[in-house]
């Protein structure tokens, strides 16, 4: 009597096009990453002061450049995936023609511009907003809209704007030919309800005070849901087989926090990536500020509440750039990365970096910091060199994120009791031991650092009906790797600078900020 061979075990494609790279994932349905090949990018072009732009094109030719490379390497395993998942940087944004043309580069969500024209709203909604005390804020959203200073800076551009798409919609139409993008990877300037997961009613606000109209944006679907089939034109240009199910999952943040099992709020979820967050996953809807939304989580029917550092480890390659051409050179001869040697500088520099306090707010914010913020390092004195101000580096982001922890706790009414912590930052031993000294609790670093990935392979995984709902797939899929504990001498050092040195630096130099921004216009008033 003759058996059946065995099926070979169903994998989950993961697309990840982040801001510094694009990745091509396999997962197996115990969370394992099986193969992967990543695509080094070029972030943007930096086309003038404050402005970054890309091609739409550019990230199209990437990622699929990354499917390619996985199946070059990985061919025998492109037969087992049984649906494919995309997760993006989050609000970029895609200007198209009536046949999804791209009419100019992708605005990307580094981008500082603003403008003064846009919409004036009728007194009975600036009343009161003013009245709230969000007046200011309501002022930051206008001027930062993309469609506002598109419309005003580039109005013929404008007119001819059939489509208005988040890079991850377009992506998405990319590879399945659907003008469809997943609900948890709305974060932007945009008319959306991040409590109802859906655009804005038609007597929102937000439709007066944006310019963008429904009919440019796409169609919304949640996480764990189809948004296509992969088509013959994408199945030619990545290697993807044609008509495999495209699984909405979310941005890429979103999907970190779902891939590192932070699935309740007193568990924080910590991401050293270019932009360093605080999030807690929250089955409510919680303003992690006051009059600031949580955002859609990566899995339905949960919201993400989230502390924003914008220039977080971004501030890495700011170092290599600026101070690191020695670690760069014998990086390049030893055939390592230049970040695997600043592992010395934290070496070479004690805790607390001798008093050396960095504010990590290279860019500004809306609220909190608000539009004025600007970066600061304080504490220099003769004794400090470059390894001091790496480390001022790796701890004023997290002194940043810890803040914004304490706040958190406060909005939910929950403790945080562990840390996970994911994005580039966590595959530091170095990195790892900081955060848990700093933050006074354990730091674990999740089974496998390719965290968004796995999120979005979760989501590909219910999709595909591998497990019944997403508590089932994160429980199966995620778990706890290295754990990092508190150690007390560092801590309390860290304590003491955190509270009588970095809460109090924002208060105090804001008013120096404003006036620096008055005097010499950047990055701009309005």
Not at 87 to 106: E, F, G
Not at 164 to 184: E, H, I, M
Request: hydrophobic share 40%; charged share 20%; glycine share 8%.
């Amino acid at each position: 009597m003759s058996t059946a061979p065995a099926r070979p075990a169903p994998l989950l494609l993961a697309l990840d096009q982040g801001t510094q790279s694009a990745r091509a994932m396999l997962f197996d349905t115990a969370g394992e990453l099986v193969a992967r090949h990543q695509q080094p990018i070029q972030a943007y072009r930096d086309t003038g002061p404050g402005q970054a732009e890309q091609d739409a094109d550019y990230f199209w030719a990437q990622l699929a450049r990354a499917c390619l490379g996985l199946w070059a390497e990985h061919g025998a395993l492109r037969e087992r995936v049984v649906a494919v998942a995309l997760t993006t940087q989050r609000a970029s944004v895609v200007c198209l023609d009536q046949a999804m043309r791209p009419l100019r580069p992708a605005v990307i969500w580094l981008d500082q511009r603003r403008t003064r024209d846009y919409p004036r709203l009728p007194w009975y909604w600036r009343w009161p907003v003013a009245a709230l005390g969000q007046g200011e804020t309501l002022r930051q959203f206008q001027s930062k809209a993309e469609c506002n200073w598109l419309a005003a800076d580039e109005p013929e551009l404008w007119a001819s704007t059939r489509y208005f798409l988040l890079l991850s919609g377009y992506l998405t139409w990319k590879l399945c030919g659907q003008r469809r993008d997943c609900t948890a990877s709305q974060v932007g300037y945009l008319p959306y309800d991040f409590k109802r997961q859906d655009w804005a009613a038609p007597t929102d606000m937000k439709w007066r005070a944006l310019r963008v109209r429904r009919e440019q944006l796409p169609e919304l679907v949640g996480p764990g849901h189809s948004l296509g089939a992969i088509t013959a034109s994408a199945a030619a240009d990545t290697g993807i087989p044609e008509g495999l199910p495209l699984i909405a999952c979310g941005a890429d943040k979103a999907c970190e926090v779902l891939g590192a099992g932070a699935f309740s709020p007193e568990v924080g979820n910590l991401s050293y990536g270019t932009t360093a967050t605080f999030n807690t996953c929250n089955e409510h809807f919680v303003e992690p500020i006051p009059f600031v939304p949580a955002y859609g989580a990566a899995a339905p029917g949960r919201y993400n509440s989230e502390i924003i550092v914008q220039r977080g480890y971004w501030m890495v390659n700011w170092f290599k750039r600026e101070f690191a051409a020695e670690e760069v050179r014998e990086a390049e001869r030893l055939g390592v990365t230049p970040e695997h040697l600043f592992e010395r500088l934290l070496e070479q520099s004690p805790p607390g970096a001798m008093g050396l306090t960095l504010q990590p707010f290279w860019n500004p914010g809306v609220r909190i910091p608000g539009p004025e913020a600007k970066g600061a390092i304080i504490g220099f004195g003769d004794v400090h060199t470059r390894a001091h101000l790496y480390r001022a580096i790796i701890e004023g982001i997290a002194y940043a994120l810890r803040d914004g922890k304490e706040r958190l706790e406060k909005r939910n009414r929950t403790p945080v009791r562990e840390l996970r912590v994911s994005g580039g930052g966590s595959r530091s031993d170095a990195v790892m031991q900081i955060t848990a000294d700093l933050f006074g609790l354990p730091a674990v670093r999740p089974h496998t650092f390719e965290t968004s990935g796995l999120g979005a392979a979760i989501n590909a995984a219910v999709g595909a009906g591998l497990y019944p709902d997403h508590g089932a797939a994160v429980a199966a899929m995620t778990r706890r790797g290295e754990t990092f504990t508190p150690r007390p001498v560092p801590g309390a050092l860290y304590d003491r600078l955190y509270r009588r040195v970095y809460r109090r630096l924002y208060p105090r130099l804001a008013p120096l900020y404003r006036s620096i921004r008055h005097a010499t216009g950047y990055p701009g008033q309005y």
